[in-house]
């Protein structure tokens, strides 16, 4: 079983940043492919982007390419997503999710989900 915590959510003007963290715990860390997901109101949940358990290979969504970066730290058990850049419409739910294996953008693939963080973008 692995827990996932994420936080560093919060408002911010367009244009600016924010950098998100998903803690954890349970499981070695570096096992787990990760991903960060977001589904804003009234859309489904989409991908963000994703990155292999040793951190060599990453994904992104077309919408964040060029102003998102993932990354992780897993002596620190820690995924991070730094957001540049930021519009209105990155307003959403933030969410991080693990999974055993290869990594995917697949939402359906991963196993363990957090409680999801906001992230408000104002204009």
């Known amino acids: 079983q692995v827990q996932l915590v994420e936080s560093g959510g919060g408002l911010v003007q367009a244009g600016g940043s924010l950098r998100l963290s998903c803690t954890a715990s349970?499981?070695?860390?570096?096992?787990?492919?990760m991903g960060w997901f977001r589904q804003a109101p009234g859309k489904e949940r989409e991908f963000v982007a994703a990155?292999?358990?040793?951190?060599?290979?990453?994904y992104y969504a077309d919408s964040v390419k060029g102003r998102f970066t993932i990354s992780r730290h897993n002596a620190k058990n820690t995924m991070y997503l730094q957001m540049n850049s930021l519009k209105p419409e990155d307003t959403a739910v933030f969410y991080c999710?693990?999974?055993?294996?290869?990594?995917?953008?697949?939402?359906?693939?991963?196993?363990?989900w957090g409680q999801g963080t906001q992230v408000t973008v104002s204009s």
């Open positions: 990155i292999s358990g040793s951190g060599g290979s990453t």
């Open positions: 999710a693990a999974k055993l294996g290869l990594t995917t953008k697949e939402q359906m693939s991963y196993n363990y």
């Open positions: 349970g499981r070695t860390f570096s096992n787990y492919a």
